[in-house]
């Protein structure tokens, strides 16, 4: 069975142009969640879409956008990028599950460089 | 602000030697879940432990639950250079917040 799948493995953006990064979640997986992580720091929570909708958003700019699609798989968009914005970003999918009782599994992640 | 607080940042231990971290947190949690990174990949599930469980196990990974503590603690037993990687605890309340880390170097 395939796990979380993650593309682009790498992706180098100019400061000021927009990125998407796209996950599929491991089949039979409705709720998928996207995660931060810069150099040194850790994990920050950025967005949980379930069945299509954004459960919950983390202390983000309104430039990260993401969207979930029918078939649960999902899309991470940030706009109007800063050099900050490097990081590794991390989809992560789960069964449904309104208070996250269920267990989460990540992909490899895709690692965003802004120059 | 991040919910789970893992303790040490780094750890240091031989090859055969057991290692142990601990997880902090400041809310009720459903559940506190286990995970592995090794450089720059994804996150590994190790072990999910409910709020109702005091101390679960899987292989050579052993998690203990102290809910009136509201703090977790992982020990990996045996270890070996292939366990070298962070590791991180993180809580399920309304979403699944991971702490900074233990980092864990296994010398051969």
């Known amino acids: 069975e395939a796990g979380v799948t993650q593309s682009p493995t790498h992706l180098i953006k100019t400061r000021g142009q927009q990125a998407t990064l796209r996950c599929s979640p491991i089949s039979g997986h409705t709720s998928v969640y996207w995660y931060q992580q810069a150099l040194g720091l850790g994990l920050q929570f950025l967005l949980w879409?379930?069945?299509?909708?954004?459960?919950n958003r983390g202390n983000f700019p309104p430039r990260f956008s993401g969207r979930q699609f029918p078939n649960y798989s999902s899309e991470l968009n940030v706009n109007a990028l800063e050099l900050e914005d490097s990081a590794l970003y991390l989809c992560a999918s789960s069964l449904a599950g309104r208070e996250l009782g269920n267990t989460i599994y990540f992909g490899e992640g895709s690692w965003l460089t802004v120059v | 602000s991040q919910q789970g607080e893992e303790d040490p940042q780094a750890l240091s231990i031989q090859e055969g030697e057991n290692a142990t971290m601990n997880c902090s947190y400041k809310t009720s949690i459903n559940n506190l879940q286990w995970y592995r990174q090794n450089s720059g990949r994804g996150l590994v599930h190790l072990i999910l432990i409910r709020s109702n469980e005091r101390e679960k196990h899987s292989g050579r990974l052993r998690v203990t639950l102290d809910t009136s503590k509201k703090s977790s603690s992982l020990l990996i037993t045996a270890s070996r250079a292939a366990d070298t990687a962070s590791y991180f605890c993180a809580t399920a309340d309304y979403k699944l917040s991971f702490g900074a880390g233990t980092t864990v170097t296994v010398r051969a």
């Open positions: 879409y379930d069945e299509g909708e954004e459960r």
